[in-house]
């Protein structure tokens, strides 16, 4: 079904795999379009409850394939090519987690930071990249990276771009967890199962107005949450959990 990538279902997890490991699964403008593709697939599947990206061999993602490229109109491959796939993951009601196995440098990185959740194996890395060819973050990096880390940081990061360790990633707020690079896939598996399990209809809501609230008010925000607990009081999963509660037992969440 894809050249570049790899798409698979268990059970309530979708696993997204970029699948260039010989070129550290750098981006092509077919991979974007394959990104798209996957990302709008999981969003349509029912029983898809959570995302996970990752990448196949030693890397992530080491950002744009520039073996070749002869497009030096930079503007026009990201409102082609990234925009859309970062827009897609972040419209996307389920919950997404960036599986960072290996490094993530310049675009790469952005694609980590426009997850829900990052969870790095200890061997993994983080480079803002762009600086050392003389361009600037892109792919969303501005966007979320100082609201990850703050401004002071994401100024540091962005204009110095130097290796950050998955250590230093935790400590600075970019990733949710480290984990050893052997327990790394049962670290992820386990999440991404805890996730799926959870009231996705909640979580899509969570993710949707959090995202408006930094550029909303605090009355454009209390209208919002109002919006958003009008939703999910009529949903299947509220019954579900007031029942549960009542009964003292465990929820068993549909997602709907």
């Given at each position: 079904?894809?050249e570049?990538i790899?798409?698979?279902?268990?059970?309530?997890t979708a696993?997204?795999t970029?699948?260039?490991?010989?070129?550290?699964?750098?981006f092509?403008?077919?991979?974007?379009?394959e990104m798209?593709?996957?990302?709008?697939?999981?969003n349509?599947?029912?029983?898809?409850?959570?995302?996970?990206?990752?990448g196949?061999?030693?890397?992530?993602?080491?950002?744009?394939?520039?073996?070749?490229?002869?497009?030096?109109?930079y503007?026009?491959v990201l409102r082609?090519?990234?925009?859309?796939m970062?827009?897609?993951?972040?419209?996307?009601?389920?919950p997404?987690?960036?599986?960072?196995n290996?490094?993530?440098?310049?675009?790469?990185?952005?694609l980590a930071l426009?997850?829900?959740?990052?969870i790095?194996s200890?061997?993994?890395?983080?480079?803002e990249?762009f600086?050392?060819?003389g361009?600037v973050?892109d792919s969303?990096n501005l966007?979320?990276?100082?609201?990850?880390?703050?401004?002071?940081?994401?100024?540091?990061?962005?204009?110095l771009?130097e290796?950050i360790t998955?250590q230093?990633?935790?400590?600075?707020g970019?990733?949710?967890?480290?984990?050893?690079e052997?327990?790394?896939?049962?670290?992820?598996?386990?999440?991404?199962?805890?996730?799926?399990?959870?009231?996705t209809?909640?979580?899509g809501l969570?993710?949707?107005?959090?995202n408006?609230?930094?550029?909303?008010?605090?009355?454009?925000v209390?209208?919002y949450?109002?919006q958003a607990q009008k939703?999910a009081?009529?949903s299947?999963d509220?019954?579900?959990?007031?029942?549960?509660?009542?009964?003292k037992?465990?929820?068993?969440?549909?997602?709907?």
């Amino acid at each position: 079904m894809f050249e570049t990538i790899s798409y698979e279902t268990r059970g309530k997890t979708a696993w997204i795999t970029l699948n260039r490991p010989d070129k550290l699964n750098a981006f092509t403008s077919l991979m974007h379009r394959e990104m798209v593709a996957a990302i709008k697939e999981a969003n349509k599947d029912s029983g898809v409850r959570a995302v996970v990206i990752t990448g196949a061999g030693r890397a992530f993602c080491s950002g744009q394939d520039l073996s070749g490229s002869t497009d030096t109109d930079y503007g026009e491959v990201l409102r082609k090519g990234y925009n859309p796939m970062v827009q897609a993951l972040v419209s996307m009601e389920k919950p997404v987690i960036a599986a960072v196995n290996g490094v993530a440098a310049g675009a790469g990185m952005s694609l980590a930071l426009a997850c829900d959740f990052r969870i790095a194996s200890e061997k993994a890395s983080f480079i803002e990249a762009f600086i050392h060819v003389g361009l600037v973050p892109d792919s969303g990096n501005l966007y979320f990276l100082p609201r990850l880390v703050g401004h002071a940081k994401a100024m540091e990061l962005a204009v110095l771009g130097e290796k950050i360790t998955a250590q230093q990633a935790k400590e600075f707020g970019l990733v949710t967890k480290t984990v050893s690079e052997e327990e790394f896939m049962l670290e992820v598996e386990t999440f991404a199962e805890k996730l799926s399990n959870m009231p996705t209809k909640a979580i899509g809501l969570i993710k949707r107005y959090m995202n408006k609230s930094w550029e909303s008010d605090l009355n454009e925000v209390l209208e919002y949450e109002a919006q958003a607990q009008k939703i999910a009081g009529e949903s299947e999963d509220h019954q579900e959990g007031l029942a549960a509660f009542l009964d003292k037992r465990k929820p068993a969440f549909t997602g709907k």
